[in-house]
């Protein structure tokens, strides 16, 4: 079975840890919200994931290898990571040209793109809803366009597990429904595993099968969105020290909102 696992997961900057014993994995196939509050470590553990950062102790698996000893082309070939929106690189290439970069991994240096390549980039583009933005300079879009461009790239990459910083932030309500579609059609259709981090609670509950909740580097909650919606107000008045309150809309649709500091 294809699969990320963190064993015993811990790592520092400078000393100062910022995760602490994080074992979980996640199945080819699955969904994970990843929540917590800001500074909690959830940047962090996705970089671990995908080898941008080496744990300080413990250790991360993706199919059975450790990341450590992978090789950056073979963990692109089955992670894709699209990072935080903030402090946006713009590289000087139209958002087709950076889409059939991710790309990258399935190509021999040098070579030309075939026409799996062209057919994945254009496939990516429709569905990321980003076709009419095809030749424009990356460095030109909006927040919330140069975002769904990141999910492109990521998208074309075609890997067994998709890593999504914060992927609705700078994204209007239509747009954010656009990045849940997203996620629906490439796990129903790829099989793809996403992790998602994000601050939103009725997205993450929406379209994630399952829940880690990040409190202070170490794990709060780990386990199925049935078992953290059986107590959902008090996991997440214990991750944000916010009380919550939920409203039923229909009879799978449950709205979390926050009802006030002071716990
Ligand atoms: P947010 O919700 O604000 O994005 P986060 O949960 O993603 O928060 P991280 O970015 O993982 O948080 O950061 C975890 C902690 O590590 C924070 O206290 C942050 O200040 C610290 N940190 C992050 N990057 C560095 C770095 N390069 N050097 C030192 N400390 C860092
Ligand atoms: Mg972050």
């Known amino acids: 079975m ?3 696992t963190t064993k015993e997961l811990t790592f520092s900057y400078q000393g100062k840890t910022i995760l602490e014993n994080i ?16 500074g909690a470590g959830k940047s962090t553990l996705l970089k671990c994931l995908c080898g941008l950062l080496k744990p300080s102790s413990g ?16 963990i692109a070939k089955s992670t894709a990571y699209v990072p935080q929106g903030s402090g946006r690189l713009a590289p000087p290439f139209t958002v087709r040209e950076y889409v059939l970069m991710a ?20 496939e990516a583009l429709i569905l990321t809803g980003t076709g009419h933005l095809s030749e ?7 927040a919330g366009e140069f975002q769904a461009a990141l999910l ?17 932030t700078y994204l209007d309500p239509c747009h954010q429904e656009n990045v849940r579609l997203v996620i629906e059609r490439i796990h129903a259709c790829r099989h793809t595993a996403v992790i998602t981090v ?8 929406s379209c994630h099968n399952n829940v880690l909740s990040l409190i202070d580097g170490k794990t709060g909650f780990c386990g199925s969105k049935e078992s953290f919606c059986d107590h959902a107000a008090e996991h997440l008045s214990k991750v944000f020290s916010v ?19 002071g716990l």
């Open 152 to 168: 492109a790239g990521a998208v074309a990459q075609d890997t067994p597990f998709l890593l999504l910083d914060e992927p609705t």
């Open 198 to 205: 994000t601050h939103d609670i009725n997205f993450a509950l």
């Open 136 to 142: 424009r300079i990356m460095g030109t879009l909006s």
């Open 2 to 4: 294809q699969a990320i």
């Open 23 to 38: 074992s979980f994995s996640v199945k080819r196939g699955e969904t994970w919200a990843v929540i917590g509050r800001n």
């Open 243 to 261: 009380k919550f309150g939920s409203a039923a809309l229909s009879e799978d649709k449950i709205l979390y909102f926050t009802r006030g500091v």
């Open 103 to 122: 790309r990258f991994p399935y190509r021999i240096f040098g070579s030309l793109p075939d026409e799996n390549d062209k057919k994945r980039v254009d």
């Open 59 to 74: 250790n991360v698996f993706i199919d059975g290898n450790s990341v450590s000893k992978l090789k950056t082309r073979d």
